[in-house]
């Protein structure tokens, strides 16, 4: 049986159709994480005070692949801060290539106030790229206004 040649020609516009819907479903389809980097999950309880140079410690630990990873926080902070609180935080940590990787020096630009009671959140970031958002309740009084450097130790 013959084909005409509208046919001939419909063939490969068919297979080119078909290739590029293939190929823009196989960008659409999220991909698995890295296993070179991966998110972990975060929980620090910190005690600071201050005026107007404030001191914090507390400890922590760093949930990553299915392993819990204790550590210790220590920081200061210089600019406005009056008062003493106790917080309980909670967040993720992300950019993590080997939990070595989390311990470092971070450092966050923040302010935040609190009477009896309130809300705290800090963003931050080490020299190796880790980044770390916590957020929680913290118990206390304080006011402050600051620049602040915070340094992670594994246990």
Do not use: W
């Not at 389809?29 to 107007?52: D, W």
């Amino acid at each position: 049986m013959p084909q005409n040649p509208e046919s001939r020609r419909a063939r490969p516009r068919a297979i080119a159709v078909c290739l590029m819907a293939i190929a823009l479903l196989a960008f659409a389809i999220p991909a698995t994480p890295s296993y070179g980097q991966a998110s972990g999950q975060v929980r620090v309880k910190i005690v600071k005070a201050g005026l107007l140079i404030g001191g914090g410690a507390g400890n922590g630990v760093l949930t990553y692949r299915g392993r819990d990873y204790p550590f210790n926080v220590s920081g200061v902070s210089f600019g406005i801060t009056a008062g003493a609180t106790v917080g309980r935080l909670d967040g993720r940590a992300s950019g993590i290539r080997e939990v070595g990787d989390f311990a470092g020096t971070y450092s966050s630009v923040g302010g935040g106030a609190a009477l009896v009671g309130g809300i705290n959140g800090v963003h931050l970031r080490n020299e190796k790229g880790v980044t770390i958002v916590l957020q929680g309740p913290k118990a206390g009084m304080e006011f402050a206004a600051n620049l602040s450097t915070i340094t992670i130790s594994m246990r």
